[in-house]
Every structure is written in structure tokens, then in C-alpha cells.
């Protein structure tokens, strides 16, 4: 026990020393008993690490922030912001917003919030050398009373005018203020370079090969070497505490684990519960639960609705009538048998329909036109003439012959269609009997 008592005043002097409001180890210990005198400040501890795991840095802001918030909405942030994080308990939800217990859920969660954002990494990574830190050098200045100056606000006084004029010559101040601001940055730029030209070889750190302009301001200025060493000193024994604590981390884990089996020996939890809790008031859930019971009145009262237009869906589609096959079955007749007929027309009457062509032989050009006779053909011709088949006749003989082949798959395509068609409309009609036309035969 005492070695754990060691490792929390530890961690007490590293919040102490990075910016947290004081802090005692007795509070954890009262923490892990559930005690309510420690609630509060556990709250408000958790309130500074949430600001600075977002911002780097407590400062007076911080501060004062806890000052005007008012305890329920100091919980109610502290709340927010971790289920933001991901740290979903329902105990910590429904903690009470007066701050009045709940100090080992409030340890449970300091200690979360410490393993997931890696607070110790973060301080050890804002612990900087002051010799580094160049705000020093405007330590005198600061010290300094400002000067009073002349209220810049516009009168309520004043005309639209006078106004304007004034905001003209805010205009110019300003101007004016923004050319001296670039003036002095290229003056301090060119007097930082004179200052590393002139203590070129001299260095106190090995990656600089001049001094700094701190270093060069505290040789002109030694009385302020002791404020230096005592932060110095500081930043020792913050980097020395938060060595130590690495040495010391995983007793810190053990205690916290037997503050989580002290709890559930406490309080054993429902397997019933949710292990995920959403911090939802109560307003969205009623509009929820309002909604969806408009949802299923809506399903109730249309469902006998679609369950008709489903069995009216299925009669027609299972249910013909002899009249409508009958009407069916006489239609695919007519369409086959007009089929074939142009089919037999096609092949022995085509030429019926149009005049034939004939061409005179191009050899013969005193003949312009062909006899009247059949029998004086071949004479007139004569046997030792290249008379061949005419042109138009052997593309026109063609274009039937390939219109025949498409004609006969056609039909023997619509045949096959038709006939399935016919076989599936007679499983359908209870003692039907299918008989294909003769022209199908």
C-alpha cells in the first residue's frame, strides 16, 4: 500500500506541475470507496485535462471558465466531451448533474481519459527548455506600465458624417500601424542575422553554431540568469517526476484494477444491460417512439390492403377462362396458316405479282427488240452467241430464296413459341386436352 500511495502523489505533483488545480492523493483514495466529498474535485480535474488535451496548454482561461459555469453545466460539458471521445458508460452518463457523487466512476473515467490520450506523452512533449523560449525577451517591456491611450470607440453622439470620417481615420491608423509592424519585422530580421554573424563560433547547443538571441540578451542583462535557472529547476524535476512515473506506471494500473473488480463486486451488472449507453435526452426518444408508432399503425391499416391486391395479383395470373383459350388457341391458327400461305405463294407465284425484265445482249446492237414469238427465239439468237442469264433476274432468283430461308425459321420459331404457349395454358385449365392444328402436324 505504501508503494502505491508513492505512485499517486506522483502523479499528483505531474498534474500539479502542468497546470491542474491542486490535487492530493487522498482523493483517489476516497475516490475508490465512492466517497461523495471527492466528486467535485475529480469533476473540475476533469474539466482542465479535457481543455488541455484539446488546446496544449491551462491558463488563466481555464480558470476563469470554471469560475462562471455553473456546476450543472461544468457536468453536463465534461459529459459531452468524453462521450465525444468515445468513453460510452452508462454509470457516467447518469451520474447526477450537481456533482454530488459518483467519485469512483469519475476515477474510472480520469483514468481512461489518461491511458487513451496519452496525457503524460503530451506533457513530457510541451516541456521545453525556457532557454528556447523567446518570449523572454520582451520580459522588461511587460513590466513595464502601459501608456494610457485615447479611446478609439465611435461616439453615439456623432453624425453619419462625423461617422464616417472617424472610421476614415481608423482606417488610417491602422494602415499606418500594419506598414510600421513590416518595418520592424525586417528590422528585427536583419538585426537577428547581425547578432548570428557576430557570435559566429560560439554556440551553447550543439545545433546552432552562434548564440541565440536570448542567450545574447541575458549576457547583456544578467540579472535575469536566476529567473532562468529556477525554471530550469522546474523543468528538472517535472522531467525527473515524469520518469519516474514510467517506472512506476503499471503499479498505478493495479490499484485501478482493483477499484474496477471493487465495483463490480459492489454492484454487479445486469446482463440484460446494454454495455454502450448514448446520452440522448428524453425529447428525441419520445419524438422516436411517437414516430415509430405512427409507423406500424400505418402497416396495420394498409396490410389487409396489400394482402387483396396480392390474391388478385395470383387469381389472374392462375385463372383462364375456355372462352379467352379458345379465343387464344383460334388466333395462333390463323397467324400459322397465314404463314404458310405467304410461304407456298412465295415459292410458285412471286413472279405473278410483277412484270419480268428482259435485257438485249450487248454484242447484238442493231436488234432493239426481242421477237414476239417463243419458237424464233433461239433462231434469232443464234447458237454461236454468249448469251448468258440476265443480270436482274439472277438477283431478284436471290433475294427470294433468301427471303424463303427467313420465312421458314420464322415460322418454325413462332411454331415452337406457340406451342409451349399452348402447352402452359393447358396445365393451367383443369381437363384440357391440347391438339395441334394440322398445319402443325
Not at 516541456?127 to 525577451?137: G, M, N, Q, R, V
Request: hydrophobic share 40%; glycine share 4%; net charge negative.
Amino acid at each position: 500500500m505504501a508503494q502505491v500511495r508513492e505512485t499517486i502523489e506522483l502523479l499528483t505533483h505531474i498534474l500539479n506541475e502542468n497546470g491542474c488545480s491542486k490535487l492530493k492523493a487522498e482523493i483517489f483514495r476516497l475516490a475508490k470507496f465512492d466517497k461523495d466529498e471527492a466528486a467535485l474535485v475529480l469533476w473540475k480535474m476533469l474539466f482542465e485535462l479535457l481543455y488541455y488535451s484539446k488546446y496544449g496548454v491551462i491558463d488563466e482561461v481555464t480558470i476563469r471558465a470554471f469560475s462562471e459555469l455553473t456546476t450543472e453545466e461544468l457536468v453536463v460539458y465534461v459529459k459531452q466531451e468524453f462521450q465525444n471521445l468515445g468513453f460510452l458508460s452508462k454509470e457516467f452518463s447518469h451520474l447526477p448533474n450537481d456533482a454530488s457523487s459518483g467519485s469512483r466512476e469519475l476515477l474510472l473515467a480520469f483514468a481512461w481519459l489518461l491511458c487513451k490520450q496519452n496525457l503524460i506523452d503530451k506533457f513530457m512533449d510541451n516541456c521545453s527548455s525556457p532557454i528556447e523560449d523567446s518570449s523572454l525577451l520582451n520580459e522588461l517591456e511587460r513590466n513595464k506600465p502601459a501608456s494610457e491611450g485615447r479611446s478609439l470607440a465611435l461616439s453615439t453622439s456623432l453624425s453619419p458624417v462625423q461617422k464616417v470620417q472617424q472610421l476614415q481615420l481608423l482606417n488610417g491608423k491602422l494602415r499606418s500601424s500594419l506598414r510600421r509592424l513590416y518595418s520592424l519585422q525586417r528590422e528585427k530580421a536583419k538585426l537577428q542575422h547581425r547578432v548570428n554573424e557576430c557570435t559566429q563560433g560560439a554556440s551553447l547547443t550543439p545545433d546552432m553554431p552562434h548564440l541565440s538571441s536570448l542567450e545574447v540578451h541575458l549576457l547583456r542583462h544578467p540579472q535575469l540568469m536566476s529567473k532562468i535557472m529556477t525554471l530550469l529547476e522546474k523543468d528538472n524535476v517535472r522531467l525527473r517526476h515524469m520518469q519516474e512515473w514510467r517506472d512506476q506506471e503499471q503499479v498505478f494500473w493495479k490499484w485501478m484494477e482493483s477499484v474496477l473488480e471493487l465495483k463490480v463486486k459492489e454492484s454487479p451488472r445486469n446482463e440484460e444491460t446494454p454495455m454502450m449507453y448514448y446520452n440522448i435526452g428524453p425529447d428525441p426518444v419520445s419524438r422516436m417512439n411517437e414516430a415509430r408508432r405512427k409507423l406500424e399503425e400505418a402497416i396495420l391499416r394498409y396490410e389487409a390492403i396489400i394482402e387483396q391486391i396480392e390474391e388478385m395479383w395470383e387469381t389472374k395470373r392462375s385463372e383462364v377462362s375456355a372462352e379467352e383459350l379458345d379465343g387464344l388457341l383460334d388466333l395462333l391458327n390463323m397467324e400459322l396458316s397465314l404463314q404458310r400461305s405467304n410461304l407456298a405463294m412465295g415459292s410458285s407465284d412471286f413472279f405473278m405479282l410483277r412484270d419480268p425484265t428482259f435485257v438485249l445482249n450487248k454484242k447484238d446492237k442493231k436488234k432493239t427488240n426481242l421477237p414476239k414469238h417463243s419458237e424464233r427465239l433461239p433462231t434469232a439468237l443464234g447458237p454461236g452467241d454468249d448469251m448468258g442469264m440476265p443480270a436482274e433476274i439472277s438477283t431478284e432468283i436471290a433475294a427470294l430464296e433468301s427471303q424463303m430461308r427467313l420465312l421458314e425459321t420464322e415460322v418454325a420459331r413462332k411454331s415452337q413459341r406457340y406451342t409451349f404457349d399452348l402447352e402452359r395454358l393447358s396445365v393451367r385449365v383443369p381437363g384440357a386436352l391440347l391438339v395441334q392444328p394440322a398445319s402443325c402436324v
